[in-house]
């Protein structure tokens, strides 16, 4: 059974980036379509984009398409997701998961705080 | 480019059903998905494809789709069913996922 293990909270300051990794154990990232969501506090969950590892092939929301970039390490079999220009607003739990058909395997969320 | 709208909030009596809509554009013609999602917890699918369960949802939980709204219905409901509730879709025409509001259920 496939596990998706996030990399631990950032704090990052408005205008910079953060790279979140998301690896797969249990199975190859390549098997899989992956995605990342987000939710702000008190907030929904809102789809960013998501890559197709063994294509090689990312998309994006449009809201996010300017900033984002999403890439996989087929090697280690691990997926980021960086996020440039940040935001007070983006201040979120970022979260991957497994895209077949609905997420049925997700990570276990990561905190990023942009605060001056 | 493709809205899901759900209720914000959704009450009913311990024990009793309760039902979650998602409404949308011709959303029969859509697969979708609904997540349960707990406090501080990431979500878990609870009905995928508009009725199937996973293995490990309880039976109480079951999906329709009809027309312009899905509707995600679950019987016999108890307390731990408190939760945040939200549907997807797959938009092909933007090649995105959607996500509806999401809606809290209180069980009184």
């Known amino acids: 059974q496939v596990q998706l293990v996030q990399s631990g909270a950032e704090v990052k300051k408005p205008g910079s980036s953060v790279k979140v990794s998301c690896k797969a154990s249990?199975?190859?990232?390549?098997?899989?379509?992956l995605s990342w969501v987000r939710q702000a506090p008190g907030q929904g969950l809102e789809w960013m984009g998501r890559?197709?590892?063994?294509?090689?092939?990312?998309n994006y929301a449009q809201k996010f398409q300017d900033r984002v970039t999403i890439s996989a390490d087929k090697s280690t079999s691990t997926a980021y997701m960086e996020l440039s220009s940040l935001r007070y607003e983006d201040t979120a739990v970022y979260y991957c998961?497994?895209?077949?058909?609905?997420?049925?395997?997700w990570g276990q969320g990561t905190l990023v705080t942009v605060s001056s | 480019s493709y809205e899901l709208t759900q209720p914000l909030s959704v009450s009913v009596a311990l024990g009793q059903t309760a039902r979650i809509t998602c409404g949308g554009d011709?959303?029969?013609?859509?697969?979708v998905h609904w997540y349960q999602q707990e406090p501080g917890q990431a979500p878990v699918v609870v009905i995928y494809?508009?009725?199937n369960r996973p293995s490990g949802i309880p039976e109480r939980f079951s999906g329709s789709n009809s027309r312009n709204t899905a509707t995600l219905t679950i019987s016999r409901t108890q307390a731990g069913d408190e939760a945040d509730y939200y549907c997807q879709v797959w938009d092909s025409t933007t090649s995105n996922w959607v996500f509806g509001g999401g809606t809290k259920l209180t069980v009184l």
């Open positions: 249990g199975g190859a990232l390549t098997k899989y379509t």
């Open positions: 494809r508009d009725n």
């Open positions: 998961a497994k895209d077949q058909s609905a997420f049925d395997i």
């Open positions: 890559i197709i590892p063994i294509l090689n092939t990312s």
């Open positions: 011709n959303i029969a013609s859509k697969n």
